[in-house]
């Protein structure tokens, strides 16, 4: 079973940050939080990850809770493109995916 | 770099056939994978492998085989096909903390 859990759907305005949350209540101290999102029906595209510190790339950034316990992706400025699935991850090797978050952006 | 490339793009097959889906990759990357995903639902792991010589099971490994006989090369056979194996196959390999996914192959078997 995936050890994480994300709401199956969400809605954000073209041009607005979208925040996908994640609770990882579970997460063991060297599992990091992985986040790949998936577009129509192409293979997974990483997006970021991180252990306990934010992190931030030039695609989005990760806001990680200090009890490590919860996770926040967020896109800042989100296009029609960013429509897809976004699956987060905890793992310490292998990629165990769930159901994720299907972010759908609206103009 | 052409990445991670996965043939044929499409099969049909029939109950009891076998097929082999070819998964291959020019970055030099150890650690390999192939996932399946049903209609609607996330990727589940199927096997995967940490370097040439070496595989392991994952999730669902059952009704598929692996071999890793080189760094480049992961191929999946299916050993007697069945309709549950109705699926996109998903390939992947690793560098460091990033999976590089191929473009998949969409099986049906009828």
């Known amino acids: 079973d995936a050890k994480t859990t994300q709401p199956p759907s969400m809605d954000c305005a073209e041009g607005r940050a979208a925040n996908l949350p994640c609770n990882h209540s579970?997460?063991?101290?060297?599992?990091?939080v992985y986040w790949y999102r998936q577009i129509h029906s192409q293979g997974p595209q990483y997006i970021i990850h991180g252990l306990k510190n934010n992190e931030t790339n030039e695609m989005a950034s990760l806001i990680i809770t200090e009890d490590r316990k919860s996770s926040t992706l967020i896109l800042p400025h989100a296009t029609l493109r960013d429509t897809a699935v976004y699956y987060c991850?905890?793992?310490?090797?292998?990629?165990?995916f769930g159901t994720g978050t299907r972010l759908q952006v609206f103009p | 770099n052409a990445g991670v490339t996965q043939t044929p793009k499409f099969q049909v097959l029939k109950t009891g056939q076998s097929m082999t889906l070819q998964c291959a990759q020019d970055m030099n990357h150890e650690y390999m994978s192939w996932y399946r995903q049903d209609p609607g639902m996330g990727l589940r792991l199927i096997h995967y492998?940490?370097?040439?010589?070496?595989?392991d099971q994952g999730e669902v490994p059952n009704g598929y085989n692996v071999s890793r006989s080189t760094t480049e090369d992961f191929p999946l056979r299916l050993l007697s096909a069945a309709p549950s194996q109705t699926s996109v196959y998903f390939c992947a390999s690793m560098r460091g903390d990033t999976q590089y996914f191929g473009p998949g192959t969409r099986l049906t078997v009828l």
């Open positions: 991850i905890v793992s310490t090797d292998k990629l165990i």
């Open positions: 492998s940490v370097g040439a010589g070496i595989t």
């Open positions: 579970t997460i063991s101290g060297n599992e990091y």
